[in-house]
């Protein structure tokens, strides 16, 4: 069993930065790929990136690829997005979530809250 909170969501003007965090608690995190998703408004949720349990493989979605970098640190069982130059249409919920398998569709296994990302014009 994993339990993922995610932080570091807020409000934020048009080609600012912002660094999400993903905490998880349980057992074996390293042994679990991570992913980022994200909801807006009247919209399906959407793949953001993936990493695999080592860090060496990653994928983004083409909307961020270049902008977004996504992290992890074993150790400390957490899991990163640095978002920049951040856009108006990246406002939304984000979503982490973890597999055994790095995968681009959401049927991770376990999901956090969200957090909210807001970019103003």
């Known amino acids: 069993q994993v339990q993922l909170v995610e932080s570091g969501g807020g409000l934020v003007q048009a080609g600012g930065s912002l660094r999400l965090s993903c905490a998880a608690s349980?057992?074996?995190?390293?042994?679990?790929?991570m992913g980022w998703f994200r909801q807006a408004p009247g919209k399906e949720r959407e793949f953001v990136a993936a990493?695999?349990?080592?860090?060496?493989?990653?994928h983004y979605a083409d909307s961020v690829q270049g902008r977004f970098t996504i992290s992890r640190d074993n150790a400390k069982n957490t899991v990163y997005l640095q978002m920049n130059s951040l856009k108006p249409e990246d406002t939304a919920v984000y979503y982490c979530?973890?597999?055994?398998?790095?995968?681009?569709?959401?049927?991770?296994?376990?999901w956090g809250q969200g957090t909210q990302v807001t970019v103003s014009s």
């Open positions: 349980g057992s074996g995190f390293s042994n679990y790929a």
């Open positions: 990493i695999t349990w080592s860090g060496r493989i990653t």
């Open positions: 979530a973890a597999d055994r398998v790095l995968r681009r569709d959401d049927k991770y296994e376990y």
